[in-house]
């Protein structure tokens, strides 16, 4: 866990830090920790790669092409407490700082055996209360946007 911690230190700087472990390929390898057994290791992951989310659009770009966000949708919906929060901030990340086509694939992504990003935002309305104001950002950054329209609801 101190070498995550490192890494995830290095992409909560600037943006060129954030760079130099995304040219590196660490995205997939630290994804890959999102299936260890011990809930510290995944919320530090999950952390991590929502530090990577509030980077610049072509970092964002790199968590979509490695398949983050079903991942993250799993994850927010069946891990606990800790490890679900980092999630949607990920989620909330992407909204915020990605492309209107980030933005558009965001809502089409669906994870293995959950919901999509929609249902998953608003599971968490009624959580924790860390976990709820997360979830209501992520949901008005989206439909601010102009993301949500009554087709992407239906």
């Not at 909560?12 to 390929?25: F, I, K, N, S, Y």
């Not at 072509?58 to 398949?67: E, N, R, S, W, Y």
């Not at 669906?110 to 919901?115: I, P």
């Not at 860390?130 to 989206?142: G, K």
Request: charged share 15%.
């Amino acid at each position: 866990t101190p070498a995550l911690r490192t890494l995830g230190n290095l992409v909560t700087g600037a943006d060129h830090l954030t760079e130099v472990v995304v040219q590196r390929d660490a995205v997939p390898a630290i994804l890959h920790l999102m299936h260890n057994p011990s809930i510290h290791v995944r919320r530090e992951a999950a952390w991590s790669l929502s530090n990577v989310a509030g980077g610049t659009p072509a970092q964002i770009q790199v968590l979509f092409d490695a398949g983050v966000v079903p991942v993250m949708l799993y994850a927010a919906q069946h891990d606990g407490t800790e490890v679900a929060q980092e999630c949607l901030w990920v989620l909330a990340n992407i909204a915020k700082g990605g492309t209107p086509a980030h933005t558009a694939r965001l809502l089409r992504e669906r994870g293995e055996e959950c919901d999509d990003v929609i249902g998953v935002l608003c599971a968490h309305i009624q959580g924790a209360a860390r976990s709820a104001q997360l979830a209501v950002e992520a949901l008005f950054v989206l439909v601010r946007s102009g993301s949500l329209d009554r087709a992407s609801l239906q």
